[in-house]
T-cell receptor, first 110, second 117 residues
Framework: QQPVQSPQAVILREGEDAVINCSSS?????VHWYRQKHGEAPVFLMI?????EQKGHEKISASFNEKKQQSSLYLTASQLSYSGTYFC???????????FGQGTTLQVKP | NAGVTQTPKFQVLKTGQSMTLQCAQD?????MSWYRQDPGMGLRLIHY???????DQGEVPNGYNVSRSTTEDFPLRLLSAAPSQTSVYFC????????????????FGSGTRLTVV
């Protein structure tokens, strides 16, 4: 079952914050976050393995609520380089099987 | 260290033709997967593998075959191409999560843009 991302699209001004949510109807073992620029391959941002774990990558951080089967990606003080499509991927065990959401398009304007 | 290499980058096929998309990685990753990406559909898992000799079906496996005889290679075969298989195909690889328990996600190849006419 494909995880559901919200919102589908976000438009920001430089310096503004954004939150992208990812929810699943299945129990989760891990949540991955990736960013894809137009015409390029997705690039790994971070992985979360434990309930309630939070990680950061520069000004991008994420949380994972295992009980609620949800993860959120936080982008603070957004930069033009943050523009792209963000995907969450959910894993249900140590199987290598990673199912992606439909993506959230983020556009940062000057 | 080339990462994940996909060939070809572009391909046009006629309906009914067969072909193999190649994928090779030089990072000694256990996991390898194939995804297709269509506008508005995100990345959909076709097949995946947890190691040499072990493969399993993903979300959209029909019309595709895979095999993994070595750790490095994971080719995707289209048996009889159909216009519905027009898409961008990505191969990806990763360390197994339990084996390394680190911040390792999937590394993606640059993709193959396939058009079936």
């Amino acid at each position: 079952q494909q995880p559901v991302q919200s919102p589908q699209a976000v438009i920001l001004r430089e310096g503004e914050d954004a939150v992208i949510n990812c929810s699943s109807s299945k129990a989760l073992y891990s949540v991955h976050w990736y960013r894809q620029k137009h015409g390029e391959a997705p690039v790994f941002l971070m992985i979360l393995l434990k309930g309630g774990e939070q990680k950061g990558h520069e000004k991008i951080s994420a949380s994972f609520n295992e009980k609620k089967q949800q993860s959120s990606l936080y982008l603070t003080a957004s930069q033009l380089s943050y523009s792209g499509t963000y995907f969450c991927g959910t894993g249900s065990g140590n199987t290598g099987k990673l199912i992606f959401g439909q993506g959230t398009t983020l556009q940062v304007k000057p | 260290n080339a990462g994940v290499t996909q060939t070809p980058k572009f391909q046009v096929l006629k309906t009914g033709q067969s072909m193999t998309l190649q994928c090779a990685q030089d990072m000694n990753h256990e996991y390898m997967s194939w995804y297709r990406q269509d506008p508005g559909m995100g990345l959909r898992l076709i097949h995946y593998s947890v190691g040499a000799g072990i493969t399993d079906q993903g979300e959209v496996p029909n019309g595709y075959n895979v095999s993994r005889s070595t750790t490095e290679d994971f080719p995707l075969r289209l048996l009889s191409a159909a216009p519905s298989q027009t898409s961008v195909y990505f191969c990806a690889s990763s360390y197994s999560v339990l084996g390394h328990r680190a911040n390792y996600g999937y590394t993606f190849g640059s993709g193959t843009r396939l058009t079936v006419v």
